[in-house]
């Protein structure tokens, strides 16, 4: 059974940090492509940043400087450094495994940035 759980989100202050954290069953972890991705209310679902099997990363504008992607196989995990953050930040954040025709997604987990 193909798994990907998501946790870390929560209720932050802005300015604040947060790590996202997804770990993956069921499938062969290392070879997927994971991303993670976000949807804000009333808004479409977009890519925030995402890493290759090699550990090629790529990032959404809105991300680069602010948010880091890291992979650990061994771990079977992926996982998403938020910093910075600010109410715009707002969302359900995605874990999203890929590999070919493949592609998983996790549950979600809100992030709120709220004073």
């Known amino acids: 059974q193909v798994q990907l759980v998501e946790s870390g989100g929560g209720l932050v202050q802005p300015g604040g940090s947060l790590r996202l954290s997804c770990v993956g069953s069921g499938f062969t972890f290392s070879i997927y492509t994971m991303s993670w991705y976000r949807q804000a209310p009333g808004k479409e679902l977009e890519l925030v940043a995402g890493?290759?099997?090699?550990?090629?990363?790529n990032y959404a504008n809105s991300a680069k400087g602010q948010f880091t992607i890291s992979r650990d196989n061994a771990k079977k995990a992926v996982y998403l450094q938020m910093n910075n953050l600010k109410p715009e930040d707002t969302a359900v954040y995605y874990c999203?495994?890929?590999?070919?025709?493949?592609?998983?997604w996790g549950q979600g987990t809100p992030v709120t940035v709220s004073s």
């Open positions: 890493i290759s099997a090699v550990g090629s990363t």
């Open positions: 999203n495994g890929r590999f070919r025709l493949n592609e998983y």
